[in-house]
């Protein structure tokens, strides 16, 4: 579903023209919810693999790990070619924190996305689904 910022008014009467953002919210009845609880973390990565899935649109992981001197965090990133993204400015995600009984609780959570999503049978055609079978990969390498 698109959703759009209505226009705004001015006390003199007169529409003034604004840039708005399109979102799109997935329609689905899997969703993760703040405080929701996984024992492990791959659990958690898979219920949000599988929402974003049923959702229409691909799942990215960024890690963020303590410090070794335990001041604070700080984000790693594998260097990577720069692609075209149709992503640009998605706020769209999921963050957890592992609690004082070692099980994993949704801390945040944001459904809106900026970008339009995908029907599920087209989901295939996303590059986190483009995989080449063992059968495929060898005829091309001979």
């Keep these: 579903m698109c959703e759009s910022e209505p226009a705004s008014f001015h006390s003199d009467g007169v529409q003034r023209l604004q840039v708005v953002e ?3 919210t997935p329609k689905t009845g899997l969703k993760p919810f703040v405080v929701k609880l996984f024992p ?3 659990d958690a ?3 949000y693999r599988e929402y974003a899935r049923k959702s229409g649109f691909e799942m990215r992981k ?3 790990e303590q410090s070794k001197t335990g001041d604070g965090y700080s984000h790693r990133r594998k260097q990577r070619r720069n692609w075209p993204s149709h992503r640009k400015g998605c706020k769209a995600c999921i963050r ?3 609690n004082d009984e070692n099980i994993w609780v949704v801390r945040h959570f944001e459904e809106k996305q900026t970008h339009e999503l995908v029907n599920l049978e087209d ?3 996303l ?3 483009r995989r080449l079978k063992l059968i495929s990969s060898k005829a091309t390498d001979s």
């Design 40 to 42: 492990l973390y791959d």
């Design 123 to 125: 989901f295939h055609f």
């Design 22 to 24: 399109k979102t799109w």
């Design 96 to 98: 957890l924190k592992l």
């Design 45 to 47: 990565l898979s219920f």
């Design 62 to 64: 960024v890690t963020t």
């Design 127 to 129: 590059k986190s689904n």
